[in-house]
């Protein structure tokens, strides 16, 4: 399945062709904070095709690459998943082209104008006006990959 998140910087890969009967064994709960009365509930497994909702045409996948959103809890090397369809909307985070390449921003809208601010507390980024960009998706779901 590896395969089927890559993605060339100047290409999306539609996700619509991953078989949809691939399913990872569920061992067990894992507790973070109280233990749960449901831990003894068990489930045969988990489709994270099913569970992304990766089967639609208009969903890709994008692997992210810097810091810019980590305040919105979007690290460098995650993988965000991109609805195509969707409209974007003031407050929700998209994928962007910006000067000829792919961004993600949060898309915000104020005084009138729509601008694509990034969400790093701890940098200066120039703020971005939406009008002279192309929207091209808005994200729906990020993945961590914790070793990496």
Same mark, same amino acid.
């Given at each position: ?9 100047? !290409? ?10 691939? !399913? ?11 233990? &749960? ?5 068990? *489930? ?14 208009? /969903? ?6 810097? +810091? &810019? ?14 609805? !195509?369809?969707?409209?974007? &909307? ?29 969400? +790093? /507390?701890?940098? /200066?980024?120039?703020?971005? &006006?939406?009008?002279?960009? *192309? ?6 779901? /990020?993945? !961590? +990959?914790?070793?990496?």
């Amino acid at each position: 399945m590896t395969a089927a998140f890559a993605l060339l910087p100047d !290409r999306p890969i539609p996700l619509a062709e991953i078989p949809a009967d691939i !399913r990872l064994q569920i061992i067990g709960a894992a507790g973070a904070g109280f233990p &749960s009365p449901a831990q003894d509930w068990e *489930e045969t497994g988990i489709n994270l095709v099913e569970l992304l909702r990766l089967d639609r045409a208009a /969903s890709f996948v994008f692997e992210v690459r810097g +810091n &810019s959103m980590i305040d919105a809890g979007i690290y460098d090397r995650d993988v965000v998943v991109v609805d !195509r369809d969707k409209r974007p &909307s003031n407050g929700k985070i998209v994928i962007a082209i910006v000067d000829g390449g792919f961004v993600v921003r949060q898309l915000c809208t104020r005084d009138g104008g729509a601008f694509l601010e990034a969400r +790093n /507390s701890r940098m /200066s980024y120039p703020e971005t &006006s939406a009008e002279n960009v *192309e929207i091209w998706g808005v994200v729906r779901a /990020s993945v !961590r +990959n914790l070793q990496a």
